[in-house]
C-alpha cells in the first residue's frame, strides 16, 4: 500500500535547515507541545502526521512564529534556523514571516486580482523597483505555482473566482512569491479533489528544489507519496521522526505502526 | 355593550372551542396518541383560530365603516338650510358629533333620561341648559336640526354597536363549532396552523410596507397641493428662503436651494467629523485592543448613541458655540459672528454619528475571516499592512453601507440643526455661518399659527417629499455600491 517513494534516494546529502530543541507550547493552562526536538533538512518534504489534536499543526506555526498572533498562547525552548534563534528578542516576527511562507488548511485568496494577490508580498517586502519586475515576480510565482498556463489570460480577475484547486495553488504560489527559504504548509490538500491533490502534490515535490518543504497532513498516503521524512506526533510528544520509507515499513514505536495501521487514530 | 367586553367574549369562546377541539381529539383517538396527524395543541389552536381570527376581523372592518355609514346618514338630515353663513357642512356635523357625546355624558352622569334623550319633540333651550349643567361643551344654543341629527346620531350609533355585537360573537361561535366538527384524528390541523402562522407573518409584513406607503401618499397629495399654489420651478431653482406669515402679508420667497445647501454643508462636515474617528475607533477596537479593553470601550461608545439629540443641540448652543466663538470670533480670527453656524451643527452632528460608523463597522471587521488575516501575516505583512490591504478592502463593502446611513441621519436631522447652526437659510460657503437645514425648516413652517391651506405651511410637505427622495436615492445609491464590490470579493 505504502510505495517506496522514488526520490529517497536523493536525500543522501543535505545539511539542517530548522533545528527544534525541547519545545513547549503551551494554550493557556494546556500544555499542547512536549518537549519536541527535531531536525528539519534543507531540500527535503518534512510530513508531519498524527492525529487530529495531537499538536502537529500548532508545531508548525511555532516554525514562522504564527502563534504569536493567538494571545494565549506560550512557546518554551529553542527553534533555530540556519543557526539563528528566531525566538529571540531581537527577530522580527514579521521578517521571520517572509523568511518562512505558509499555506494554510483553507484555500484564503485576498479579495483582490490574481495578479495583486501574488504582488501582495513581493509589493510590501520592496522586492521589485518597478512594473516591469513586478510583473517578472508575478509570472515567475504563477509558473511556480504551476497555474500560469490556466490564469495567464485573466490576472486581473478577482483570485476569488477560482475553483478551489487553483485558489490553493494560487496561494501557494503568493507564499512562493516572496522568495522564502522554508515553505510551511498546513494540510494544503484537505479542501482539494483528487485531481486537485495530485497537482499540488506534484508541485510540493518540484518546490524541493529551492525551499525546505514541511507539511501536516492527515492522509499517510499524502506522507508516503510526497516526503522524504516523517515525524508521527501524538497527543503532543514527537513519536517518532525519520526517513519516511523506515516510518511506513518498519517503525520502531508500537504506537506509530498502530497509527499507520490504521489501529488508533 | 363595551368593545373590551366584546374582545374579552371572542376570546372566551375561541378558549372554549381550543378546549373542547382538544378534548375531542384525544377522546376520538382513544388509547393511541399516534393515530393522531397532529400534537392535540394543534387541534385545538385549529379551532381557535376559525373562531376568533374572522370574528374580530368582522369587529376591526365593522368598526371602520359605521362611522362612515353614520355620518352619510346624518348628513343628509341636516337640510342645507339649517348650514349657517360662513360655517360648512363639515363644522355642523362636528356640532352634532359633540351635542350627540353631550346627550350621552347627560345620560351617564343622570341629568336626563335615555327616553328624554331620545324625545324628539323636547324643547331646545331647557335641553342646551341640562346639557351644560352635565358639562358637555357646547358652542352655541343647538338648533332644532341639530338637535334631532344629534338624536339619530345616537340611535344609529347605539343599533349599529348592537348588530355588530351580535355578528361578531354569531361568528365567533360559528367558526368555533366549525373548528370543532373538523376534529378528527386524520385531520391535518398543523398544516393549517402552519398556514395560519404564515398569514400573520404576511400581514405583519404588509403593515410594515402599507404604511410606508400610506406616509408616501400623505406626503405626495400634500405636495401636489403645494405646487397648485407655488410655482415648481421657484420651489426648486429658488435661491431666497423668505416665507411670509399670513398676519404680515405679501408674497413668499419659498426656494429650497438654501436649505439644501445647508443640509448638505452640515452633513458634510458631520461626516468629515465621524467618518475618520469613527473607523479608526472600529479598527482599534477590532483589530488592536486586547478583550478587556473591547469589553469596556465598546458599551462605552455606543452610550453615545443613546443620548437624545435635543442633549446634543443643548451641547451645541451652550458649549461647542461658544468655545468656536471664542476661538473664530471677533476676538480671535473674527470668521464668526455668533455661536450659532454650520461647524457648531455639524461638530456635534458628527459627534453623535461616531457611534453609528465604528459600531457597524466594527461588526462588519470582525466578519472578515481569520484566515485572510492569517494569509497576510504568513507572507510577512504587519499589522497594519495586513488592515490597509486585506481587511479594509474586503470590509469596504459594508463600510460604505455603513457611511451612508450615517449620512442618511445626518440629512434627516432635527434638534442639533436648531439649537446649533441658526434658523437663517443662507447660501454661504463660510462654515462659521449661520445656516439651516429643510428639516429645521420643515418645524418652523409647521408649528407656527397660519393656515394650513396656505403655502407657506403646505411647503412643508413638498421640503419633507424632496428630503425622502433624497435619502432614498442614497440608499439606492449604497446599495449599488454595496453590490457591485460584493460581486467583485466574491
Known amino acids: ?265 | 355593550m363595551p368593545l373590551l367586553w366584546l374582545f374579552l367574549l371572542v376570546l372566551a369562546i375561541a378558549a372554549g372551542a381550543f378546549v373542547l377541539a382538544r378534548t375531542r381529539v384525544l377522546t376520538l383517538s382513544g388509547q393511541d396518541r399516534r393515530s393522531l396527524h397532529s400534537l392535540p395543541i394543534y387541534y385545538g389552536s385549529n379551532a381557535a383560530m376559525k373562531s376568533a381570527v374572522p370574528a374580530l376581523l368582522m369587529l376591526v372592518l365593522w368598526l371602520l365603516a359605521q362611522p362612515f355609514y353614520v355620518n352619510k346618514t346624518v348628513s343628509d338630515m341636516i337640510p342645507d338650510s339649517a348650514i349657517v353663513e360662513s360655517s360648512s357642512r363639515n363644522l355642523v356635523l362636528a356640532e352634532v358629533r359633540r351635542a350627540a357625546d353631550g346627550l350621552d355624558l347627560a345620560v351617564s352622569t343622570g341629568g336626563m333620561t335615555e327616553d328624554e334623550a331620545r324625545n324628539m319633540q323636547a324643547d331646545i333651550s331647557d335641553v342646551t341648559t341640562r346639557l351644560s349643567d352635565a358639562g358637555a361643551i357646547l358652542t352655541s344654543e343647538i338648533t332644532r336640526p341639530v338637535l334631532r341629527a344629534a338624536q339619530q346620531f345616537r340611535v344609529l350609533n347605539s343599533t349599529g354597536y348592537n348588530i355588530m355585537s351580535v355578528m361578531v360573537l354569531l361568528i365567533a361561535a360559528a367558526g368555533a363549532l366549525w373548528g370543532i366538527r373538523e376534529t378528527k384524528p386524520d385531520f391535518r390541523a398543523r398544516n393549517v396552523v402552519e398556514q395560519g402562522i404564515r398569514a400573520l407573518l404576511i400581514a405583519a409584513a404588509s403593515i410594515a410596507i402599507l404604511t410606508t406607503l400610506g406616509i408616501v401618499l400623505s406626503l405626495v397629495f400634500n405636495t401636489i397641493e403645494f405646487f397648485r399654489l407655488y410655482p415648481a420651478s421657484e420651489f426648486f431653482f429658488g435661491t431666497n428662503w423668505a416665507p411670509s406669515f399670513s398676519g404680515r402679508g405679501g408674497a413668499s420667497d419659498l426656494g429650497i436651494l438654501p436649505l439644501l445647501w445647508g443640509t448638505f454643508y452640515i452633513s458634510i462636515v458631520a461626516l468629515i467629523v465621524a467618518v475618520p474617528i469613527g473607523l479608526f475607533a472600529a479598527i482599534y477596537l477590532s483589530e488592536y485592543a486586547g478583550p478587556k479593553v473591547r469589553a469596556f470601550a465598546k458599551p462605552m461608545l455606543e452610550v453615545l448613541a443613546g443620548i437624545p439629540t435635543i442633549v446634543y443641540g443643548l451641547f451645541a448652543l451652550l458649549t461647542v458655540g461658544p468655545l468656536l466663538v471664542r476661538v473664530f470670533g471677533d476676538d480671535g480670527l473674527g470668521w464668526m459672528q455668533a455661536g450659532t453656524a454650520v461647524m457648531t451643527a455639524g461638530l456635534v452632528m458628527g459627534i453623535m454619528l461616531i457611534p453609528f460608523v465604528s459600531s457597524l463597522s466594527d461588526d462588519i471587521i470582525n466578519a472578515v475571516p481569520q484566515s485572510m488575516r492569517d494569509g497576510s501575516y504568513g507572507l510577512g505583512a504587519t499589522q497594519s499592512e495586513t488592515i490597509r490591504q486585506v481587511v479594509l478592502p474586503a470590509a469596504l463593502p459594508g463600510i460604505v453601507g455603513a457611511i451612508l446611513l450615517a449620512a442618511s441621519r445626518a440629512i434627516g436631522e432635527t434638534m442639533i440643526v436648531v439649537l446649533g447652526a441658526g434658523a437663517a437659510a443662507r447660501l454661504s460657503l463660510n462654515p462659521f455661518d449661520a445656516m439651516t437645514t429643510v428639516t429645521a425648516k420643515i418645524v418652523s413652517q409647521l408649528t407656527g399659527d397660519s393656515d394650513f391651506a396656505s403655502p407657506e405651511a403646505l411647503v412643508a410637505f413638498a421640503l419633507g417629499m424632496t428630503l425622502f427622495v433624497i435619502t432614498l436615492g442614497l440608499n439606492v445609491f449604497a446599495l449599488y455600491i454595496v453590490r457591485k464590490y460584493r460581486e467583485q470579493y466574491e
Not at chain 1, 506555526?61 to 525552548?77: A, K, S
Not at chain 1, 514541511?214 to 510528544?237: C, D, W, Y
Open chain 1, 1 to 265: 500500500m505504502y510505495d517506496i517513494p522514488h526520490h529517497t534516494q536523493e536525500t543522501a546529502v543535505t545539511d539542517v535547515k530548522i533545528k527544534a530543541k525541547d519545545v513547549q507550547v503551551y494554550y493557556g493552562d494546556n500544555h499542547a507541545i512536549k518537549d519536541v526536538s527535531v531536525e528539519i533538512d534543507n531540500n527535503t518534504v518534512t510530513a508531519f502526521i498524527g492525529p487530529s489534536g495531537c499538536g502537529k499543526s500548532t508545531f508548525l506555526r511555532c516554525l514562522n512564529r504564527m502563534n504569536d498572533t493567538i494571545d494565549i498562547c506560550r512557546v518554551e525552548g529553542d527553534i533555530l534556523i540556519d543557526g539563528d534563534d528566531i525566538y529571540d528578542k531581537r527577530v522580527d516576527p514579521v521578517q521571520l514571516r517572509a523568511k518562512v511562507g505558509m499555506v494554510f488548511q483553507k484555500p484564503n485568496p485576498f479579495p483582490k486580482s490574481i495578479y495583486d494577490n501574488i504582488a501582495y508580498g513581493p509589493r510590501i517586502h520592496g522586492m521589485a523597483r518597478n512594473k516591469a519586475e513586478l510583473d517578472d515576480i508575478v509570472e515567475r510565482a504563477l509558473r511556480r505555482g504551476a497555474i500560469w498556463d490556466e490564469v495567464k489570460d485573466r490576472l486581473q480577475a478577482p483570485g476569488t473566482g477560482l475553483s478551489g484547486g487553483q485558489q490553493q495553488r494560487l496561494c501557494i504560489a503568493r507564499a512562493v512569491a516572496t522568495e522564502p527559504e522554508v515553505l510551511l504548509m498546513d494540510e494544503p490538500c484537505s479542501a482539494l479533489d483528487p485531481i486537485a491533490t495530485a497537482q499540488v502534490e506534484e508541485l510540493i515535490d518540484e518546490l524541493r528544489q529551492n525551499y525546505a518543504v514541511v507539511i501536516v497532513t492527515h492522509s499517510m498516503q499524502q506522507a508516503a507519496r510526497v516526503s522524504q521524512k516523517t515525524a508521527f506526533f501524538h497527543l503532543g510528544n514527537l513519536v517518532e521522526y525519520d526517513d519516511t520509507s523506515k516510518i511506513f515499513t518498519n517503525p520502531e514505536d508500537s504506537r506509530t505502526e498502530s497509527y499507520i495501521t490504521g489501529r488508533i487514530g
